[in-house]
């Protein structure tokens, strides 16, 4: 009996490490799944818009400037940049999905309101007749996005839109000439501006201003807030999210980092020195159902062990063919969670195939061992174990912990069940189980 029972505790061990392979084929096919739907939301903003960036407004000055090179007087072409004193925006963003297929991306259209001031003091050193061109400029990331309600009121006088912004370094954008007469005889210039825009996931701010307020709110529930900066307050609830940000020169160094990608063209800074957020799903069933395979050695484990005391109980051996069909249909159920999730989403997927396994496998385990009460134990037992499982997956934050704890009970629960088992002849007196 021991060797019989010591050869059969090898070929359990083989059997579990043999389900491995399925599992990790299944993991493969969740990355190639996940990678086909990153193609797929790749290929929407190739079509319609991507993650935004908005840069604006700024006062973009051209000038000639008149200096003198071996007595001789030479003119050349300068820029100066002027930022805005303060600048107040509020955002409003609906999200809506594109499909292609079974695969989804979260795309959204934003309303933003900006106002704000500029101070014109920088205009004194340069003579009147010397400007050329004055333009406000708001650079975009992605200018297929702008909507047709996209208006720039500058004193309350509504300005016609250019498309570009007429700076290499920034070229996506929109931007307004200024009258040159109006801008000399000017000491400020207050601005008014509804900025109607479409992007994907992500929208960034670069706080320009010397004083920089953001108030975002939108319907997605699950925003991840991104950039440099986080929010001085936000609230976050199921019907979605609301957020505010204070930002000042001093904290932004933006002059410089404006300087650096005008004149010495290093943008990526400007770029970087922004705030957000990227509207994401907060986790995803293809991500789901990965972590659900990492805890398949556990659930093979204590299924099989199950099946051992069960041997070891009854005195009824059970041949490892059938240990094989069971653990095969304890890898076939991950398979149905990943092809049903895509359909029908994580949760419902989850239950459907619980229910699919756990009667499969009661109905075999019933015929097994010749005891209908011994199948429906297996099948309630195994609900509870699928049940935990899905309590780890669904908390993020403690399923190590949970975990750890699961593991914990169940060697506990096995050492006291096997505590007076004589493992050279097995046999429990008083705790026969009938069959």
Known sequence: MRQKLGTKFG?????????????????????????????????????????????GPFLHITYTETYERNGELLNRDKRLVILPESLNLNSKLDTFSKYRGIYKAILYRSMSEMKGRFELSALDSIEIGK?????????????????????????????ALLPGTGISQLPEGVRVNLALTNVSAKQDIDFSIDLAL?????????????????????????????????????????????????????????????????????CELLNERSLGVS????????????RATNYALLIFTLVFACFFLLEVFNAKPLHPIQYGFVGLSLAVFYLLLVSLSEHIGFNS????????????????????????????VFFCGLVCLYGLLFGLLSAEDYALLMGS???????????????????????????TIQT
């Not at 599992?23 to 991507?50: C, F, K, P």
């Not at 991104?226 to 199921?238: E, F, K, R």
């Not at 997927?349 to 429906?376: E, H």
Request: net charge neutral; aromatic share 8%; with cysteine.
């Open 349 to 376: 997927a989850y239950f459907i195939a619980v229910a699919a396994s756990s009667c499969l496998l009661s109905i075999y385990v019933s015929g097994m061992l010749k005891n209908t009460k011994m199948g429906m």
């Open 279 to 290: 509207l994401v799903e907060s986790v995803d069933h293809y991500l789901k159902s990965y």
């Open 198 to 266: 479409q992007g994907m996931q992500k929208i960034a701010i670069v706080p320009v201003a010397k004083h920089t307020q953001v108030s975002m709110n939108s319907n997605w529930p699950h925003p991840s807030f991104v950039g440099n900066y986080l929010p001085a307050d936000s609230t976050i609830t199921d019907q979605g999210f609301t957020a505010n940000w204070q930002t000042n020169f001093f904290a932004t160094n933006i002059e410089e980092l404006f300087s650096k990608c005008l004149f010495a063209t290093q």
């Open 11 to 55: 070929i359990i061990v083989m059997l579990i490490l043999g389900l491995l392979i399925p599992i990790l084929m299944i993991q493969g096919l969740i990355d190639d799944r996940q990678a086909l739907q990153h193609e797929v939301r790749d290929d929407i903003a190739r079509s319609s818009s991507g993650e935004q960036r908005i840069i």
């Open 405 to 431: 704890l699961l593991v914990f009970l169940v060697l506990n629960i096995t050492m006291l069940v096997t505590r007076k088992v004589d493992w050279y002849q097995p046999k429990v007196e008083d705790n």
């Open 131 to 159: 400007i050329k061109s004055a333009d406000l400029v708001i650079a975009i990331k992605d200018i297929r996005g702008i909507g047709q309600s996209t208006q720039i009121k500058l004193d309350d006088k509504l300005h």
